[in-house]
């Protein structure tokens, strides 16, 4: 089944921010740039890289809310693993 789920205006504002930000480091902006590609497109899903990386930058201690925010969009859309049937 496709992914159904978009980045919300909070979110979108919230990886714009980040984008835009000099001090922002290039996982949160990968983060954000996936949580920004899938603003208004429901069959994007999150690749297996970024999800890693919003992973990471929630983890981070040093990351701003707004780059968190951005992750956390970025991670919710990421596809259900397909496992093998047993």
């Not at 714009?16 to 001090?23: M, N, Q, Y």
């Not at 994007?44 to 956390?72: H, I, N, Y």
């Amino acid at each position: 089944m496709a992914n159904k789920k978009v980045t919300g205006k909070k979110a979108a504002s919230n990886a714009s921010k980040t984008l835009r930000s000099k001090s922002t480091g290039k996982k949160s902006k990968a983060a954000a740039g996936s949580a920004l590609s899938q603003r208004k497109a429901p069959k994007k899903e999150t690749s297996s890289q970024s999800a890693t990386d919003a992973s990471r930058v929630l983890r981070d201690k040093r990351t701003s809310k707004a780059s968190k925010s951005a992750a956390g969009s970025t991670l919710a859309q990421k596809g259900k693993k397909k496992g093998k049937k047993k």
